[in-house]
């Protein structure tokens, strides 16, 4: 594949102004949660940004490591292959004990600083790491099927995977931690 910097752009500019798009109807999304949180649930604020990160990294890491695999021939474009097997059990891995610690850090950060929390420990972990276990899943399918579309379309996936799994983990880390609270909390 040869790439120049007008295909980059010709390919970006189309995907990033519809990421952008995503991201202002999940700002607003956030605004209106934002306020039953602030009364009731203030911890879960400080978690958002996490939940976000961490899974836009984790599917970001594992979106580099397809396209890589794919332009060095490590890795095929068969759903069966097993080196991308071995990619997506180790994102999983990763995220979930990383949404378990980092659940734990938050929660005694809030306590020591004085949050209110209105929540026990067990159900907040509970709250962020199913939200970030459902997260991970689904960015991580997202990430080889992004990968894998745009290597056939000729497209190289490090233009593309990174856009789209930040989107879509911003999109959904909100939405998800905004069903767990309702479903566990309220």
């Known amino acids: ?3 120049s910097w007008k295909k980059i752009v010709r390919y970006g500019i189309p995907l990033l102004t519809f990421c952008v798009c995503i991201e202002i109807a999940v700002g ?3 605004q209106y949660g934002e306020t039953v949180l602030i009364r009731q649930l203030p911890i879960f604020l400080i978690s958002i940004p996490v939940i976000n990160g961490i899974g836009g990294n984790v599917g970001s890491i594992l ?3 397809l396209a890589s695999g794919l332009h060095i021939g490590s890795i095929t ?3 069966h292959d097993k080196e991308m097997h071995h990619l997506v059990i180790t994102a999983l ?5 990383t949404y378990v610690l980092i659940a734990i850090i938050i ?4 306590m020591f600083n004085g949050l209110q ?3 026990a420990l067990l159900p907040f972990v509970f709250v962020i790491t199913a939200t970030g276990c459902l997260l991970i899943c689904l960015l991580s399918l997202i990430s080889v099927i992004t990968a894998f579309i745009s290597f056939r379309k000729g497209i190289d996936p490090d233009d593309v995977v990174s856009p789209v799994v ?3 983990g911003d999109t959904l880390g909100i939405i998800f931690l905004f069903v767990f609270v309702g479903a566990v909390i309220l």
Do not use: C
């Not at 929660?107 to 809030?110: H, I, K, L, P, R």
């Open 1 to 3: 594949m040869i790439y």
């Open 28 to 30: 607003q999304l956030l």
């Open 63 to 65: 979106g580099a490591h």
């Open 77 to 79: 474009l068969d759903v």
């Open 93 to 97: 891995f990763m995220g979930v004990l």
């Open 107 to 110: 929660y005694w950060t809030g």
């Open 117 to 119: 929390m209105n929540i």
């Open 166 to 168: 930040t989107t879509f």
